[in-house]
T-cell receptor, first 113, second 112 residues
Framework: NAGVTQTPKFRVLKTGQSMTLLCAQDMNHEYMYWYRQDPGMGLRLIHYSVGEGTTAKGEVPDGYNVSRLKKQNFLLGLESAAPSQTSVYFC????????????FGPGTRLTVT | GENVEQHPSTLSVQEGDSAVIKCTYSDSASNYFPWYKQELGKGPQLIIDIRSNVGEKKDQRIAVTLNKTAKHFSLHITETQPEDSAVYFCAAREAAGNKLTFGGGTRVLVKP
């Protein structure tokens, strides 16, 4: 099992450009999450999904969109990148609503200039 | 929503000494409290967790305690080793959506 994988690992964008981050998991997990990590602020939830075809907003959803067309994939989109979106992005998944351990991917470091 | 505060933000200890990290949470309905360790360039990894019906849990050199009345929980690492150097995050789980709210993290440095 590869667990949770994220693509790409690094990316540099110019302000106003768009991009999509891909998260994939091979554990047949129902729930998936996108977080951003900024210095001193821990991980903050951007959006999450409780199953294929569903999405919901987290703590900091503005400027991001997500899609869960396939159970194993969770995509995070930035339509018009801003310097404030410079961060490290982590994806996580969990078996279902009754499970406990979230499994994290290795992260994507995004810089917006 | 839930709010989790974590202290200290940095902690430097001598190898062999103990390290303690403390967290407080705001939502009394939270029922699960994991601790994650993050090494440089990697994603967080669960090291220990505790559920709200338990006051203490131990796994070799690490232990977690929970005080539901005071709404705080702590991570204890004994006999620290250089490989314990990392960033540690506490979190509290909201039942709806099985969401975690994280503390701000503690950077632990174990000096040989």
């Amino acid at each position: 099992n590869a667990g949770v994988t994220q693509t790409p690992k690094f990316r540099v964008l110019k302000t106003g450009q768009s991009m999509t981050l891909l998260c994939a998991q091979d554990m047949n997990h129902e729930y998936m999450y996108w977080y951003r990590q900024d210095p001193g602020m821990g991980l903050r939830l951007i959006h999450y999904s409780v199953g294929e075809g569903t999405t919901a907003k987290g703590e900091v959803p503005d400027g991001y969109n997500v899609s869960r067309l396939k159970k194993q994939n969770f995509l995070l989109g930035l339509e018009s990148a801003a310097p404030s979106q410079t961060s490290v992005y982590f994806c996580a998944s969990i078996q279902d609503g009754n499970s406990y351990e979230q499994y994290f991917g290795p992260g994507t470091r995004l810089t917006v200039t | 929503g839930e709010n989790v505060e974590q202290h200290p933000s940095t902690l430097s200890v001598q190898e062999g000494d103990s390290a303690v990290i403390k967290c407080t949470y705001s939502d009394s309905a939270s029922n699960y409290f994991p601790w994650y360790k993050q090494e440089l360039g990697k994603g967080p990894q669960l090291i220990i967790d505790i559920r709200s019906n338990v006051g203490e849990k131990k796994d070799q050199r690490i232990a977690v305690t929970l005080n539901k009345t005071a709404k705080h929980f702590s991570l204890h690492i004994t006999e620290t080793q250089p490989e314990d150097s990392a960033v540690y995050f506490c979190a509290a789980r909201e039942a709806a959506g099985n969401k975690l709210t994280f503390g701000g993290g503690t950077r632990v440095l174990v000096k040989p």
